[in-house]
Nanobody, 122 residues
Framework: VQLQASGGGLVEAGNSLRLSCTAS????????MAWFRQAPGKEREFVSA???????SYAESVRGRFTTDRDYDADTWYLQMNSLKPEDTAKYYC?????????????????WGQGTQVTVSS
């Protein structure tokens, strides 16, 4: 199973980016798909999670600005990031797990993508 994240880049504050993550390798279709981020010198932190039935969870720092959704046919999920701030600068990782609980803890996710860099200039 491999997760491939893409869509990062350099943007000015106030602009938007859309990240994508695609799962490949066999018939893997996770129940829960999540996004985390890690800024230099900081721990990896939860951003959002999406359950198969559409239930979503967001970190307080991004709620109202970021939206996560999924293309079930393509086993791809997305993170739409609007009104970006310099403090959103980080490497963004997609993660996945099976089960029914929208965990925000890093250790609950066994599958990880390689990360995509998002840099927001002021």
């Amino acid at each position: 199973v491999q997760l491939q994240a893409s869509g990062g880049g350099l943007v000015e504050a106030g602009n938007s980016l859309r990240l994508s993550c695609t799962a490949s390798g066999g018939t893997f279709s996770p129940d829960i798909m999540a996004w985390f981020r890690q800024a230099p010198g900081k721990e990896r932190e939860f951003v959002s999670a999406l359950k198969r039935r559409g239930v979503k969870s967001y970190a307080e720092s991004v709620r109202g600005r970021f939206t996560t959704d999924r293309d079930y046919d393509a086993d791809t999920w997305y993170l739409q990031m609007n009104s970006l701030k310099p403090e959103d600068t980080a490497k963004y990782y997609c993660a996945a797990r099976d089960g029914s609980i929208l965990y925000s803890a890093v250790e609950k996710y066994p599958y990880w993508g390689q990360g995509t860099q998002v840099t927001v200039s002021s």
